[in-house]
């Protein structure tokens, strides 16, 4: 699936990735390929995405890795919007 994590600055990253977890205003919560259409909010927490991705290296202080291999953004807040396997986070 297609991922864009758009803050109010720039663009800071777009690519296909494995999978993306968000942390919903009810719950943290995961999408991966086909999931079903949808929008949310986002609350303080962190986005990790899962998947062989290449960050820009103008954004690679923002973002940091896991254990586990993911890749994390941690946001304030924002929304994102899921829908025919591309994913929009709006991220502040």
Same mark, same amino acid.
């Given at each position: 699936?297609?991922?864009?994590i758009?803050?109010?600055?720039?663009?800071?990253?777009?690519?296909?990735?494995?999978?993306?977890?968000?942390?919903?205003?009810?719950?943290?919560?995961?999408?991966?390929t086909d999931?079903?259409?949808? *929008?949310?909010?986002?609350?303080? &927490?962190?986005?990790?995405?899962?998947? @062989?991705?290449? %960050?820009?290296? $103008?954004?690679?202080?923002?973002?940091?890795?896991?254990?586990?291999?993911?890749? *994390?953004?941690?946001?304030?807040? &924002?929304?994102?919007?899921?829908?025919? @396997?591309?994913? %929009?986070v709006? $991220?502040?």
């Amino acid at each position: 699936m297609y991922l864009e994590i758009v803050s109010p600055e720039a663009t800071l990253f777009a690519g296909e990735v494995t999978s993306v977890t968000v942390p919903g205003v009810n719950g943290e919560f995961q999408m991966l390929t086909d999931h079903a259409p949808i *929008v949310s909010l986002l609350q303080a &927490g962190d986005v990790k995405v899962d998947g @062989n991705i290449d %960050i820009d290296e $103008a954004y690679a202080s923002r973002f940091s890795k896991t254990d586990d291999g993911k890749t *994390v953004l941690a946001i304030t807040s &924002g929304t994102i919007e899921m829908k025919d @396997n591309r994913v %929009i986070v709006l $991220a502040d």
